[in-house]
T-cell receptor, first 113, second 111 residues
Framework: DAGVTQSPTHLIKTRGQQVTLRCSPI?????VSWYQQVLGQGPQFIFQYYEKEERGRGNFPDRFSARQFPNYSSELNVNALLLGDSALYLC????????????FGPGTRLLVL | GESVGLHLPTLSVQEGDNSIINCAYS??????FIWYKQESGKGPQFIIDIRSNMDKRQGQRVTVLLNKTVKHLSLQIAATQPGDSAVYFC??????????FGAGTRLTVKP
């Protein structure tokens, strides 16, 4: 079975631009969470979506938004990119929305110049 | 705010020895904890989890211990191998679907 997949693997943008990152969860998983991992730190929670609705949000500005589609895949959008948005963006999927194991994808490496 | 932390940022062990990675947490309401392994350039990989109604759980070569009295979590790796070299994170369920990660411990296994 395929694990969590993310695209693209790498991305270079300039300040002020917008970016869309994509995630496909493990088959059968209905929950997708997004995390930002800055180099040398642990992942920071951004969003969780379950059954196409936002179920949790971390301490990130409104420039960050996401959505989940009927097939449970998800997109993370970041507007007005800042240099500090450079990070590894991780997607994790789980069966439900509660305290369950989250399985991570390989991430998208975003560099903002 | 309450957060997960790690006692040691780096750990170096000899191949074949046992490794112990520690983690302190301060949210007494956390009910679920996970250990992840992250290799360079990859996403975190699930190792083992434990719920707050347990104090020990064993997997293949790994054991997680939970001490709720002192809010301490540890990961024990038996017979450490070079392939175990990675950064290890503990994460706690903060509720509201927010998994909070520590900063990580880098484990280096010397041949």
């Amino acid at each position: 079975d395929a694990g969590v997949t993310q695209s693209p693997t790498h991305l270079i943008k300039t300040r002020g631009q917008q970016v869309t990152l994509r995630c496909s969860p493990i088959s059968g998983h209905k929950s997708v969470s997004w995390y930002q991992q800055v180099l040398g730190q642990g992942p920071q929670f951004i969003f969780q979506y379950y059954e196409k609705e936002e179920r949790g949000r971390g301490n990130f500005p409104d420039r960050f938004s996401a959505r989940q589609f009927p097939n449970y895949s998800s997109e993370l959008n970041v507007n007005a990119l800042l240099l500090g948005d450079s990070a590894l963006y991780l997607c994790a999927s789980s069966l439900g929305q509660g305290a369950e194991t989250q399985y991570f994808g390989p991430g998208t490496r975003l560099l903002v110049l | 705010g309450e957060s997960v932390g790690l006692h040691l940022p780096t750990l170096s062990v000899q191949e074949g020895d046992n490794s112990i990675i520690n983690c302190a947490y301060s949210n007494s309401a956390s009910d679920y904890f996970i250990w992840y392994k992250q290799e360079s350039g990859k996403g975190p990989q699930f190792i083992i989890d434990i719920r707050s109604n347990m104090d020990k759980r064993q997997g293949q070569r790994v054991t997680v211990l939970l001490n709720k009295t002192v809010k301490h979590l540890s990961l024990q790796i038996a017979a450490t191998q070079p392939g175990d070299s990675a950064v290890y994170f503990c994460a706690e369920n903060m509720g509201r679907n927010d998994m909070r990660f520590g900063a990580g411990t880098r484990l280096t296994v010397k041949p």
